[in-house]
């Protein structure tokens, strides 16, 4: 009996070495699945509080006489060539009239955007009756006026380390004190196609751009995923070629996504001469890269409807095509639904593929075709990071928060599908 | 006409074929009341027309347009004065291009002369014959495959059997697209890695030391004669995998074991659907996160304590890359944890050993070849893995395995040869295929066996 004894005494003598290894590991795991969470918050704290503030953006009040002077020194105005930029200028100069010189009046006319110029031709092009007439206008100030006045730009610092000169700073300042700067909502985001002036850049070329691929995505990759589910699925008999396309399709969920590219570039653009940087192409190679996925997740819905229901439909008459196409199908449609939105949403945000097949050029126009030269979202956000304005860096964070909102949008959608909808047999 | 036009047209021709082929059957047996009278369906004859009018014709379509442009612009080469089609090839082409631009309104890079412009006035003839000949004949034989189709019917007519044996076609061709897409990517890769090969000897690419792929592109240009020994980008492209490597797997590993025996059901509720998160985000969000947050901020605190990190360290790409990798090993490891039969848990738990006992010692050596396999599929992502190298790793080809130095990897290499333009005879653009053949041969090999050693092991327990 001694031997059970000295046993129970080596285990007691043991616990506490054990219940803290027990205590460690336990520790550590909490510790590990922290880790992404706090990233994840880092993450989203980061993004967000480098991103909001390009919702807003700072636009100067001007009144701009709308002088035939200036822009119709012939008698006729010419919307093309006329000197708008005179205009803005010219009502600048009125409100710092401090300015002497033409360096200095350079200076000032630097915190004016490009895009004030425009602002007002289009006006005049609206309402031509306004000309000779003055006129308050809202327009975009420059961007490192913008910066300013978030705050991103450090007025303490020595001057010829920052973007902006003392002497710009104090007429922002006096501008600012006189009412004439003000915060708005920055629509120019979302209307405006890419720009080098980072104040009247905006994703809406992008955002067409990965809408056209998209749509070509998914008229492409969600017939042929569903059929190639029911095809294995239902009908194709166990053999070499079934498994070697089961094997392939398993592969192709994981080659890298720039081999897609590659294979876009050989064969859409080389070979078949496609046009670059197009829609088209873009959404064929994402057609490509997420039929695996689709695939995949219709193949799960279909073994999930049960075979009763097969047996049941064969048993009344039904062709095994009618049964598929009649029962099973829209029993697993639900399933392959969630599956191609989650597809889709992978396609969003895909961009190396992308960066292959020439949709990474800089491209002012907003597609409006399927063949157009476009951009996407994820590769607008690329070209963005590279810039090196802060403006630019704001913007960046601006577009990932839009496209990550569509990315949940998306997500959220497949998630209420599967509970709405999904059957528990 | 423009080929919308035409695939409306078609399709409207499909629509009438239907019930025309509908209507045939049904008055076959006289009226619909009849039905059991015909082989199979009214419908069934209706698609069996439609299949008929439009599958010839669009067949047709697809082929002629792959041919289209060649033939065309064949026809143009052909009606050019002589000593244009005498001219070197890439001169040619610069020219048929030039001709295609003035053809559709473009701006044109060279002076325009007479023989241009006609070549443009004849090429936009071609293109409008072309289309007008496309046309007709599609028009044509979805008219006559319909009306043959349509005479066809009778009352025995199998028409469920035929529609249905070419559903099965649709079917199966369908799914052929995978093996295909596998095939395009072998041959595309292939055949422009051959012809580098052809330039640039196979073993200096595997072996040489030197990566500096600028070739010169005037022949009496100075010094860059372009050198490529892919050593560095592989060593480049260990050192960032093997950096996400030791983040993502013991963090991943240990997410799952928490998640799998330790935490309540609301706390995996919670802390799950966040990890699923992670792995939506898009890589170029994390590129930028790893070039404008962390390699700045490992820059200062490098700085701070007195080591010399640079701003594009393999650091900061391989740490973000990490933390990307985390969901995919956890959850791959989940599956293989929760693959272990809970007899094997319950008996070691049951013997007195405490929880992190029958972890390590009876479930992880059960799970480990799930595991390793998903550990696999881990380092395969992390390989072909770009936007975040592309932002965050540099480009200059550094043979270093110090972690807080630039390097550069293959798939950043593969990114800047092929933006911009391109010249597909020059060494420079070929290496990027030579370089997406060898990343496409790791990653496949790392892939089969990493799927197969899952799948083998998640059978055994089943």
Redesign the interface.
Known sequence: MSDTHSTAEK?AAGLGR??R??FV??T??????G???L??AV?FA??IGNGASAFKQTFMKLEVELSADIIAPGGELDLVYADFDGLTRAALRDKLPDASGRSQRREMYRLLSAGAGYQVRDFLKANPHTLGTTQTFWVPAASNVDMLMKGNIDATIDETLRPLSDRQIAWIRSLDEAGDLESRFNMALFTNGDSREPELAGIKGAMMGSLFMLLVTISLSF???V??A???EE??PKNRWSD??E??????A???????G??G???FI????LPRSAPLVGGLVLT?LT??VI?IASRAAIKAVPPSIREAALGLGA???QVVFHHVMPLAMPGMLTGTIIGM?RA?????PL??I?M?AFIVDVPTSFTDPASAL??Q??LW??SPERAF?ER??AA?IV??AF?LLM?LAAVILRRRMERKW | MQSTTLILLLALLATAAFFFGRGRSLSLVGGPGHGPALHSLPGYYGYFVAIWCVLPALLLMSGWM?LE?RVVTALVIAGLPESYQLMPEGQLNLLINNIQNLASGDVVSVAVDESMQAAATELNGYLTKSRQLLAAFALGLACLGGALAWRRIDRDFRA?NRV?AV??W???G??????L??I??VL??L??AIRFFQKVPATEFLFGTTWSPQTAIRADQVGSSGSFGAIPLFAGTMLITSIAMVIAV??????A???A???TTRVRGI?KP??E??A??????Y???A???VAPWLRSTGDSVGIAVSSESALAAGLVMG?MI??LV?SLSDDAINAVPSAMRDGALGL?S????T??KVILPAALPGIVGGIL?AV??A?????IV??AAGLAANLTANPFEAVTTV?VQ??TL??GDQE?DSAKTLA??AL?LM??VV??CL??L??SVVRKYREQYD
């Open positions: 285990v054990r219940r290894k027990e590991f336990r550590l795991g909490m510790f590990a699945t880790v992404g969470i990233f994840l993450f980061t993004l017939p042929i995923g059929a190639a029911i095809y294995l009908f194709a070697l396309i094997v392939n399709i398993n592969n192709l994981a080659v890298p996504s720039i081999v897609f590659l294979l570039l050989a064969v080389n070979w078949m001469s490509l039929l695996p695939i062709s095994q095509m949403s969003l945000g895909e961009s190396a960066l292959m020439g990474v994820p590769v956000i690329y990071a590279d860096a960046t964070s990932i496209l990550l990315l997500n | 792959l442009s469920r249905e559903v099965r649709l079917l199966i369908a799914s052929s697209i995978a093996v897409t596998t395009g990517i595309s890769v055949f422009e013991p963090i991943g590993l240990m997410t074991i928490y998640l025996e330790y935490s802390a966040l990890l998160v992670l939506g985000i898009p890589t170029v969000v590129g930028f996160f070039a404008l947050t933390i985390i969901p956890s007195g405490t929880r992190s006992e972890m390590t599929l395969s992502r390989i072909g893995e770009t936007m592309v932002m798939t593969i990114v092929l933006v597909f990027a295929f997406g990343l496409f990653t496949l892939n089969v990493g799927i």
